[in-house]
């Protein structure tokens, strides 16, 4: 095959440069022609996606939605093609001091709760989809403290989180929302110590990022780019280095049945509207 699949990723960090022109390099020793394009943001990329200018798309659970969104409003259709191991079943935690005296989210009522950016899934979108189900309403029954680092990058990054965070630990915030695998990292640092804090709330399980096939991509060179995918491996030493960099150990399929949660939440937020059009008040990606 000499056709080229051209793939959009945000470039949520310099290590994105690396990762896939190491990527490119190691589908085209096998014979298929892979090149990148890099976005600041996953609203561009998204749009660029379904406008047939990139043929696959490195999307976060929230540029997903919209690209399903999209796609559904111009009677067309994305998938998603494959995903790492470490994108599935993740939860988000509400959490509070070890010595807090609140027991449940209703104790929340007229607290101060740090999250992440506006456009985080893990740390502010789900979390806060938390307080609603328990009849707090994000933006009158409690003190949103929101830090907003890296807006468009749809939480790719820890640093809202590791703000909310530190607002915690520092007595500027009652309770933060956050990842579990940031509940973790956070722990192994010192932001909050090992004992410091405890889960006063946790989300269902959910999927995270996945590679998304737009409707210009020609359907069998994708299936190939997937199997080539799927056959990476960890044992391959030109492979393993690249994977640590992207976190993984194994490709696997792609699903979107563990978005519904977040599909939920963008519509009652309408972080989105059902055409795709942004609607969050505030948003600035």
């Known amino acids: 095959m000499t056709d080229t699949l051209l793939l959009g990723a945000v470039a949520y960090d310099p290590k994105v440069v690396t990762i896939w022109a190491g990527f490119r390099s190691w589908f085209r020793d096998r014979g298929l022609d892979l090149d990148f394009v890099l976005y600041s943001q996953y609203e561009r990329q998204v749009e660029d996606l379904l406008a047939g200018r990139i043929d696959l798309a490195w999307n976060s659970p929230l540029a997903w939605l919209r690209a399903e969104r999209l796609a559904r409003a111009q009677g067309t259709t994305v998938r998603a093609v494959a995903m790492r191991d ?77 703000d909310a965070a530190q607002a915690l630990r520092a007595g500027r915030a009652e309770a933060a929302c956050l990842i579990d695998a940031s509940l973790l990292l956070f722990g192994q640092e010192g932001t909050l110590p090992a004992g410091s804090v405890r889960v006063l709330a946790e989300t269902e399980p959910y999927d995270h990022c996945n590679l998304t096939a737009g409707p210009a991509a020609d359907p069998a060179l994708v299936d190939h780019f997937g199997k080539l995918l799927l056959s990476m491996s960890y044992a391959d030493d030109t492979a393993r280095p690249l994977l640590d960099l992207e976190g993984l150990k194994k490709w696997l399929p792609g699903r979107t049945d563990r978005y519904a949660a977040l599909d939920r939440t963008v519509t009652e937020t309408n972080f989105y509207d059902p055409q795709g059009a942004l609607g969050a008040a505030g948003y600035r990606p």
């Open 86 to 162: 470490t994108d599935r079943d993740l939860t988000s935690v509400i959490v509070v001091r070890a010595d807090s005296e609140h027991r449940t989210l209703t104790d929340l009522r007229g607290r101060t709760v740090a999250a992440g950016a506006i456009d985080s899934p893990q740390a502010t979108l789900l979390p806060l989809a938390l307080l609603r189900a328990a009849g707090l309403d994000p933006d009158s029954d409690i003190d949103l403290l929101r830090f907003d680092v890296g807006v468009g990058l749809h939480g790719d990054h820890v640093g809202g989180e590791r």
